[in-house]
């Protein structure tokens, strides 16, 4: 006859639940799994189709066209997507923290405005037309106007909302700028149009050069930030009571943003929504955590970035769709459908 065991004993020998950590720690290590995928079908997958036996004789063994097109197109373009991706996320990250605003994204500061405004001067007035010469032009707007949003915002008194408010204003005014200028020049637009609307096409190692000591920089902040913008989000009182240098931290959060989208925009592009969907659909199953909001979004944003860019070569074979149109289709009704889920919430 069996004998149940009592219930302190059975307490006691059932194993124990896994903690949330380490759920977490395991949930990270199948996100760089997936980007690893997802990075080997960006040099697998092509707008011309390659067999598998190709692509890899272009990797390891060929010098000549199928190495041209994996080794010098795909595996730049890879490598840029990746940087770039982790970019995007990462910044939208941290100015959602910043603004305390889950909807925010880096077009919210103007930072994508500038970048742009920057480069349609280049070409217009200056005679820039490559893209090795117009990614400093970028990369200098996105900076200059992620310091004028930071002063108009109030400098040291800066808050969430002055901040956003600074950056809706001069973002309307570039735009028009850019707008005025492309319209009145037939050259300038003819130069912009591809590079406007956001794409992983152009990439070569000279770019992947240039930005990546900045997007390196800019990681490595953003990811010490993780702990002070954990009590900003908490509010300003309770930040304070925590010990949190709120001036630092906000300054510190805006410059590695600034450097971060600045560098993948003067690279890419304008590309929207990654910024913005990536961590909000991380914070849905991390919490509101920055200490593993920030790796997560490291990891995933790639993971759509490059995901889309391969989708965009996909669709439209042998031509290819910029990665900038297809985060546009897929990022509209995702934003419309977390407007509407925190709206509702809300009521």
């Known amino acids: 006859m069996l004998v149940d065991s009592p219930p302190e004993q059975r307490a006691e020998t059932a194993p124990a639940p896994p903690t949330r950590r380490a759920v977490r720690v395991l949930g990270l290590f199948v996100s760089v799994a997936l980007l690893l995928l997802v990075a080997l079908a960006s040099i697998a997958i092509g707008a011309k189709s390659l067999p598998l036996g190709d692509v890899w004789h272009g990797l390891f063994h060929d010098t000549g066209t199928y190495a041209d097109i994996v080794v010098g197109d795909r595996i730049s373009r890879t490598v840029l997507g990746l940087l770039a991706g982790a970019a995007l996320g990462l910044s939208g990250a941290v100015l959602q923290a910043l603004t305390r605003n889950p909807l925010a994204d880096p077009g919210l500061l103007g930072i994508n405005a500038g970048a742009s405004a920057a480069v349609v001067t280049a070409i217009t007035y200056f005679g820039v037309t490559s893209l090795s010469g117009y990614v400093w ?102 930040a304070r009571a925590l010990g949190a240098n709120l001036n630092r931290t906000r300054a510190l959060a805006m410059l590695s943003a600034t450097v971060l989208c600045g560098a993948a925009t003067a690279a890419c592009g304008p590309i929207v929504f990654v910024g913005l969907m990536v961590p909000h659909v991380v914070r849905s199953f991390t919490g509101p955590d920055l200490r593993w909001i920030l790796p997560y979004a490291t990891v995933l944003s790639p993971v759509l970035l490059l995901g889309a860019d391969v989708l965009g070569r996909l669709i439209v074979r042998p031509a290819e769709l910029q990665v900038g149109i297809v985060t546009a289709v897929i990022g509209g009704p995702v934003f419309i459908y977390l407007v509407r889920r925190r709206r509702t919430a809300q009521l």
């Open 137 to 238: 032009f970028a990369f200098a707007g996105a900076a200059a106007v992620g310091a004028l949003v930071w002063f108009l915002g109030g400098s040291r008194g800066a808050t969430p909302v002055r901040l956003a408010l600074a950056g809706t204003a001069i973002s309307a005014a570039l735009y028009g700028y850019l707008q005025a200028v492309m319209i009145m020049d037939d050259a300038a637009l003819s130069k912009m149009r591809f590079w406007t609307v956001g794409s992983l096409a152009s990439a070569t190692g000279s770019t992947i050069t240039q930005v990546a000591p900045f997007l390196a920089v800019g990681t490595v902040v953003s990811l010490l930030l993780a702990r002070p913008l954990n009590a900003v989000a908490m509010g300003d009182d309770t």
